[in-house]
């Protein structure tokens, strides 16, 4: 038997597809694999488990995995040395492709409606700080202040956007995917240097006392942008609404993400936050002019700057749980590995990983240990495709080794 290898296999989403490629595991003549021993390697030591199955088995640390095979993406160039024995091991094909996600098209649609919001941005800031400079409004020119800085983080979002349809290449291999995250992160740490500052001049203002306002224009101009902002609240709600889809060989797999694009979603917080400043610069401005209570004009920009704080709350969580690589909120840990540990040949599931690369893209890595080693790249590709086709996930790595009734007890692994 060959000393061979693990069945490792990876998909990386990129903009083309390659159908029907088999490829195999080794060049050698071979009737089943030899699977790697479960063991841990931390920081200049070894822990090991000893398995005993009357047979030796050699690991290789460097895994060489001799494809026979030219792989490139600009040609796609493939020799087959042993296909007849590859398709001895496996119960059906194994296609050598790149899944192609749909969500290049959501990021595409989610470029166009922040394009279309950022333009209704630009048309009414200029009204509004013209409106707030003759009503000596400091609620009128907070938002304004804050359609600016909405205005400057549509801007960084499209720009983010572009850069995450980028792919990937050696330096970043996991491709430019988080970039839209940071643009959201950008956008959002802009709305809260800006809430700060606006809220430090409602104070100011309060303390000196100095209040001489134009209730009528105040009252027109915060009418408008209560309308704008109703406008571009649901453009970006609309945007955010649709969710991307992967279809593969008749089954239909959903990959919902927590809600569209995280840069809509960051956008549509920013417009939100807008709208509920605009209703409390025309409750500001009633107040004004019926009572002649001038003291509302800071009072109220204080206090719906206050408010807008809070609605960037879920954004802010999403995007840590994303730069943390904690498991999509979205996705079922437990259900997931269920759903290994049900495959024929699979006896133990463990060191089951998930992150998330933007707010709809997962990754997957899994160990699974089998009984049989002749059925290995079937229960590799079988776990692939599962994970694909019922849970969205494009790009994952399966290892497969020996099953040692040690791992169920290993506190080294994740079970």
């Known amino acids: 038997m060959s000393s061979a290898s693990v069945a490792v296999d990876m998909d990386i989403p990129s903009g083309h597809h390659d159908d029907n490629h088999n490829y195999s595991i080794s060049n050698e003549k071979h009737d089943g694999l030899t699977l790697p021993h479960h063991h841990h390697h931390h920081h200049g030591h070894d822990h090991e488990h000893e398995h005993h199955h009357g047979h030796d088995h050699e690991h290789h640390h460097d895994h060489d995995h001799d494809h026979g095979h030219g792989h490139g993406h600009d040609n796609h160039a493939h020799t087959h040395d042993d296909d007849d024995n590859f398709a001895n091991l496996t119960d059906h094909d194994i296609s050598h492709y790149h899944f192609e996600s749909k969500v290049s098209e959501q990021s595409r649609r989610s470029e166009k409606v922040l394009w279309l919001v950022a333009l209704l941005s630009a048309i009414f800031i200029a009204a509004e700080f013209t409106g707030g400079f003759f009503a000596a409004s400091l609620a009128i020119m907070t938002d304004a202040g804050h359609m600016l800085s909405d205005l400057l983080s549509f801007i960084i979002s499209i720009v983010a956007i572009r850069t995450a349809r980028h792919p990937a290449n050696k330096k970043l291999s996991f491709g430019y995917d988080r970039a839209e995250v940071l643009g959201a992160l950008i956008s959002i740490i802009i709305l809260w240097v800006l809430t700060a500052v606006l809220v430090l001049l409602a104070i100011q203002r309060i303390c000196n ?30 945007g955010k609404a649709g969710h991307a889809h992967s279809h593969g060989g008749g089954s239909h797999g959903h990959s919902h993400g927590n809600g569209g694009n995280v840069n809509v979603r960051a956008a549509l917080i920013h417009v939100l936050g807008d709208l509920i400043q605009s209703i409390g610069v025309l409750i500001s401005a009633i107040i004004i002019k019926f009572t002649g209570f001038q003291i509302a004009d800071p009072i109220c920009t204080f206090f719906f700057s206050i408010i807008v704080l809070f609605t960037t709350i879920h954004v802010i969580r999403d995007i840590f749980y994303v730069l943390m690589e904690a498991s999509p909120r979205h996705m079922d840990y437990n259900v997931i590995k269920q759903d290994l540990s049900s495959i024929d040949g699979v006896l133990s599931v463990h060191d089951l990983r998930l992150w998330s690369l933007n707010m709809d893209k997962t990754a997957l890595s899994v160990h699974l240990a089998i009984e049989n080693s002749e059925n290995a790249l079937s229960i590799v590709n079988g776990a692939r495709d599962l994970v694909r086709r019922k849970h969205g996930i494009s790009l994952s790595t399966v290892q497969v080794e020996e099953f040692d009734k040690t791992m169920n007890s290993c506190d080294k692994c994740i079970h």
């Open 209 to 238: 006392g100095t209040y001489d306002v134009d209730p009528m224009i105040m009252l027109i101009t915060a009418s408008a942008g209560v309308a704008f902002n109703i406008i571009m609240a649901i453009v970006l709600y609309v």
